[in-house]
């Protein structure tokens, strides 16, 4: 009786909670990595028709589980910060100085990229993803075309490039936090404007790149990034490369 409990205290409620985080966030990235390394690059094999099935029949079954994996992961990861890990205390969101040190830090930087990346998908990728899925459906129902199709498309395409780049710093961010950052012998008790100031640009700057704000949604050099998968790994690589940089300069 005594183990079957153990699992409604807090130690046991931590665990479910990040197993579910983990778990959800597989379903999640792996549904965005599959996205964009393999279903976007083989539509430009298909005809107009082909693409229109695999939208309705395949695309629009794969939005479901990746929409709903990502809010799942997203309230999984509040509820691991929320629940205390420890028999006693407040969980390490609840704890005032927890984001002033290394593992807070951490953990933030990997959050602001993770919540901007749920935000994208509910926000944009899903919101212009229905217009595309529509437009297949009254299509092969025999109506006509949705001129607002592409430029949809197009907006859902360019936010989810962006994810792919966050997702690999972001994925640094979160296992670093108890494999790396917090035991790497970093001293945040300094300069952790500075690094915040830096980060808050390279985040903005990227969203709203992202978003069309600043060079449109078109064809042009500020969205090279995302014309191809390879140049959103390559800058996904990058930005590893220079959080890490940053966190061994500032700290």
């Given at each position: 009786?005594?183990?079957?409990?153990?699992?409604?205290d807090?130690?046991?409620?931590?665990?479910?909670?990040r197993?579910?985080?983990?778990?959800?966030?597989?379903?999640?990235?792996?549904?965005?990595?599959?996205f964009?390394?393999?279903?976007?690059p083989?539509?430009?094999?298909l005809?107009?028709?082909?693409?229109n099935q695999?939208?309705d029949k395949?695309?629009?079954?794969?939005?479901?589980?990746?929409?709903?994996?990502?809010?799942?992961?997203?309230?999984?990861g509040?509820l691991?910060?929320?629940?205390?890990?420890?028999a006693?205390?407040?969980?390490?969101?609840l704890?005032?100085?927890y984001?002033?040190?290394?593992?807070?830090?951490?953990i933030?930087?990997?959050?602001?990229?993770?919540?901007?990346?749920f935000l994208?998908?509910?926000?944009?990728?899903?919101r212009?993803?229905k217009?595309?899925i529509?437009?297949?459906?009254?299509?092969?129902?025999?109506?006509e075309?949705?001129?607002?199709?592409a430029?949809?498309?197009?907006?859902?395409l360019?936010?989810?490039?962006?994810?792919?780049?966050?997702?690999?710093?972001m994925?640094?961010?979160?296992?670093?936090?108890?494999?790396?950052?917090?035991?790497g012998?970093f001293?945040t008790?300094?300069?952790?404007?500075?690094?915040?100031?830096?980060?808050g640009?390279?985040?903005?700057?990227?969203?709203?790149?992202?978003?069309?704000?600043?060079?449109?949604?078109?064809?042009?050099?500020t969205?090279w990034?995302?014309?191809?998968?390879?140049?959103?790994?390559?800058?996904?690589?990058?930005?590893?490369?220079?959080?890490?940089?940053?966190?061994e300069?500032?700290?």
């Amino acid at each position: 009786m005594t183990l079957a409990l153990d699992i409604f205290d807090n130690y046991g409620l931590n665990f479910v909670a990040r197993w579910a985080h983990v778990l959800a966030g597989i379903v999640w990235i792996g549904l965005l990595y599959y996205f964009n390394f393999v279903q976007v690059p083989a539509f430009a094999a298909l005809d107009a028709g082909a693409r229109n099935q695999v939208v309705d029949k395949l695309a629009s079954r794969a939005l479901w589980w990746f929409r709903w994996a990502a809010l799942a992961t997203f309230l999984f990861g509040l509820l691991i910060g929320l629940i205390p890990a420890g028999a006693d205390g407040d969980g390490a969101f609840l704890t005032s100085k927890y984001f002033t040190g290394a593992a807070g830090l951490s953990i933030a930087t990997g959050m602001l990229l993770g919540i901007t990346m749920f935000l994208n998908v509910w926000g944009v990728i899903w919101r212009h993803q229905k217009v595309v899925i529509a437009n297949a459906r009254n299509v092969l129902a025999g109506g006509e075309p949705d001129p607002n199709a592409a430029g949809a498309g197009r907006k859902a395409l360019l936010a989810s490039r962006q994810n792919t780049i966050f997702s690999f710093a972001m994925l640094m961010f979160m296992l670093g936090t108890s494999h790396f950052f917090a035991f790497g012998g970093f001293d945040t008790s300094e300069n952790r404007g500075i690094y915040w100031a830096i980060t808050g640009v390279i985040w903005l700057v990227l969203e709203l790149n992202c978003l069309g704000v600043i060079g449109g949604t078109a064809q042009n050099a500020t969205n090279w990034i995302y014309e191809d998968h390879k140049r959103a790994i390559g800058a996904g690589l990058v930005l590893v490369v220079f959080w890490y940089a940053l966190w061994e300069i500032v700290f």
